[in-house]
Nanobody
Framework: EVQLVESGGGLVQPGGSLRLSCAAS????????MSWARRAPGKELEWVST????????NYADSVKGRFTISRDNAKNTLYLHLDSLKIEDTAIYYC?????????????????????WGPGTQVTVSS
C-alpha cells in the first residue's frame, strides 16, 4: 500500500524552527517528485514547495522562500521540510504529496492536482 506519514509538527514561538519529516512506504521515493502543501485555519490548501526526484530542482512559494528548505533522503525513503524564522501566519496543517507521474523530468509542478497521494498531515502552530 502506498502511504505517506508526516511528523515533526508542534507548537513553536515566532522566529523559531521546526523540521518536518514525511515517511514514504509502498513505493520507491526516489522515482517521484514530491511536494509539501499546507492548510491554514479557514483557508484552502496552499502549495508550499516541491522537489525533483534527484533534488536537482527545488521550488518554493513566495511566502516561504528564504525561510523553508525542502530536502529528501531517497535511501531512507523520507522527505523533509525545514522551517526557519517561523511566523504566526505559518500556522497550518502541513501535508506531503507524491507526484502522480513516475520519473517526471524537468521542474516538478506546483499544481497540487499533479500529486495523487497525500499523508494525514502534521499540525504546526506558531504562537507566543
Amino acid at each position: 500500500e502506498v502511504q505517506l506519514v508526516e511528523s515533526g509538527g508542534g507548537l513553536v514561538q515566532p522566529g523559531g524552527s521546526l523540521r518536518l519529516s514525511c515517511a514514504a512506504s509502498g513505493f520507491p521515493l526516489g522515482n517521484y517528485a514530491m511536494s509539501w502543501a499546507r492548510r491554514a485555519p479557514g483557508k484552502e490548501l496552499e502549495w508550499v514547495s516541491t522537489i525533483h526526484r534527484t533534488s536537482i530542482y527545488r521550488n518554493y512559494a513566495d511566502s516561504v522562500k528564504g525561510r523553508f528548505t525542502i530536502s529528501r533522503d531517497n535511501a531512507k525513503n523520507t522527505l523533509y521540510l525545514h522551517l526557519d524564522s517561523l511566523k504566526i501566519e505559518d500556522t497550518a496543517i502541513y501535508y506531503c504529496g507524491k507526484d502522480r507521474v513516475l520519473g517526471r523530468g524537468g521542474n516538478p509542478p506546483s499544481d497540487l492536482a499533479e500529486y495523487n497521494v497525500w499523508g494525514p498531515g502534521t499540525q504546526v502552530t506558531v504562537s507566543s
